[in-house]
């Protein structure tokens, strides 16, 4: 595997067992005149042993000879059977040490009480409990990967834009980085809908931040709204009608009322008010930048100028950015799948099919979290002593 330090120069040897336990005779894997088990590379070996005509299990094992590194990584292992053409895939995906002899089944998948190899499943569960150490590093928050230093190779697009694309200027120069090459250009931008309420209802429900819209049983008393002011934009019918047949959404960014931010920098909590109208489209009807009515906190309209409904929707749109990056992703997404990957780690083992489900969709996880905590601290914790009440 394509893994800093996965390869070795010691010498491996193999062994095959089918069902009854009947065993191949050790074979040597090595290759005349070649460098095998480089990083990244995958090596076939041509062996004669003892005719099996199924194999159940490989017993893998390396010297202690390579000074170089400790261990090898290994992901996969296929032997084929030239006499009966089968293939029997034993996927390993472990550092293999030295000295310790390895049995894996095949396609390595059993539930604890199944593997006839449980003291190498329990010994490996007790090294990776060594590797994954946990630690809570601010109380009241999930546990996380005791990590110090972490290098995380990534490729960043915008270092093209920033080469290609110059300065903006306008929101026209926008258009400027999706080209086919870097980035391709989203719909709203395609179409031109991107400023429309029809757009900005439909990121309520289809976008990123699609969690928090809730079904309005009554006006809540801090929307400083009435039935007249919202009569216009209902399609002639009334407020106690449409509310009745549940046709009126809200969504409440309250929680970010009083969240510190940089000097001279401004973060809404806004109340925004919306209606599903006959069309079968969500559409909002009324915003408001802050919790507390006031004069200097009005309740903007679809009816207002246009810059002025449209700045409105974009200071909205902000807050919830700001509500979906700290809270929807980096709270409910990193900080709290991290203790849950923390813990798969140290309690299954990779043949376990739970691990086999959940492994793919951490991949990355920790890596991301150590390195954002190394690199960018003021970020993660934005709004922890609002998510703290």
Not at 288 to 306: I, K, R
Request: proline residues 5%.
């Amino acid at each position: 595997m394509d893994r800093k330090g996965a390869g070795t120069d010691a010498s491996v040897m193999c062994a095959l067992y089918n069902d009854d336990g009947q065993m191949s005779g050790q074979m040597v894997l090595d290759t005349f005149l070649k460098n095998d088990f480089e990083r990244g590379r995958t090596d076939v070996f041509h062996a004669t042993s003892t005719f099996l005509d199924n194999v159940d299990t490989i017993e893998i094992w390396r010297d202690d000879k390579d000074s170089s590194t400790n261990e090898w990584f290994v992901e996969v292992i296929k032997v084929v059977c030239k006499e009966s053409d089968k293939a029997f895939i034993f996927p390993c995906l472990r550092w293999i040490k030295g000295d310790y002899h390895y049995k894996i089944r095949h396609l390595d998948t059993s539930l604890p009480q199944d593997d006839p190899h449980k003291e190498q499943r329990l010994a490996e569960l007790n090294d990776k409990k060594k590797t994954y150490e946990m630690e809570v590093k601010i109380p009241g928050l999930p546990i996380q990967f005791d990590i110090v230093k972490l290098s995380a190779e990534m490729t960043v697009k915008s270092h093209i834009v920033a080469l290609t694309t110059g300065r903006w200027d306008d929101l026209d120069d926008l258009e400027n980085i999706y080209t086919l090459e870097v980035f391709t250009k989203p719909s709203p931008l395609a179409n031109k809908s991107w400023d429309t309420d029809e757009h900005f209802g439909f990121q309520r429900i289809g976008r990123l931040n699609n969690v928090l819209i809730t079904l309005c049983t009554e006006i809540p008393s801090k929307l400083a709204v009435t039935d007249d002011m919202l009569q216009p934009f209902l399609e002639g019918d009334t407020v106690q009608n449409v509310n009745s047949q549940k046709r009126l959404f809200y969504v409440d960014l309250g929680l970010q009322e009083g969240v510190p931010t940089k000097p001279g920098l401004t973060m809404c909590s806004p109340i925004a008010l919306f209606y599903h109208n006959k069309k079968d489209t969500l559409v909002p009807i009324a915003i408001q930048l802050q919790q507390e009515p006031a004069d200097d906190n009005p309740v903007f309209l679809p009816s207002d100028p246009t810059y002025t409904w449209l700045f409105a929707k974009m200071w909205y749109n902000n807050a919830d950015t700001c509500y979906h990056q700290s809270i929807t992703h980096l709270g409910f997404t990193h900080l709290l799948m991290e203790g849950c990957a923390l813990v798969t780690h140290r309690n299954l083992s990779h043949s376990h099919p739970i691990f086999k489900l959940l492994a793919p969709h951490f991949i990355y996880l920790m890596a991301i979290n150590g390195w954002k905590k190394e690199h960018g601290k003021q970020f993660w914790f934005i709004s922890n002593d609002k998510q703290r009440e």
